[in-house]
Nanobody, 127 residues
Framework: QLQLVESGGGLVQPGGSLRLSCAASPFNFHAYAIGWFRQAPGKEREGISAISPNGGTANYADSVKGRFAISRDSAKNTVYLQMNSLNPEDTAVYYC????????????????????WGQGTQVTVSS
């Protein structure tokens, strides 16, 4: 059974940074696209970033483009989301997810494409 565990969330002031981690086990890391999603109260879950199985493609939602960066460390079975220039609109529960059926160079941002989900980590941006 695939397990995904997010960490790194917390409270940060506007303009600050956080790095989220998504650790997977047991896992053939290279077989999955990994996506980051977020859900704020009263809103739908939003795909914000994803990285392809081969690591060659990274996609971002317009709302985070230029501020967030996704990366993967195959040796550690971990995907990271570096979040910079955070603002209150980034406040949400952040989830990582794994897509088994994504082609090697595809990184989808659609939640319904993903097969396995973590429990989420809260990110709060407030002064």
């Amino acid at each position: 059974q695939l397990q995904l565990v997010e960490s790194g969330g917390g409270l940060v002031q506007p303009g600050g940074s956080l790095r989220l981690s998504c650790a997977a086990s047991p896992f053939n890391f290279h077989a999955y696209a990994i996506g980051w999603f977020r859900q704020a109260p009263g809103k739908e879950r939003e795909g914000i970033s994803a990285i392809s199985p081969n690591g060659g493609t990274a996609n971002y939602a317009d709302s985070v483009k230029g501020r967030f960066a996704i990366s993967r460390d195959s040796a550690k079975n971990t995907v990271y989301l570096q979040m910079n220039s955070l603002n209150p609109e980034d406040t949400a529960v952040y989830y990582c997810a794994a897509d088994y059926s994504a082609p090697s160079n595809i990184a989808p941002l659609v939640p319904s494409e993903y097969d396995y989900w973590g429990q989420g980590t809260q990110v709060t941006v407030s002064s």
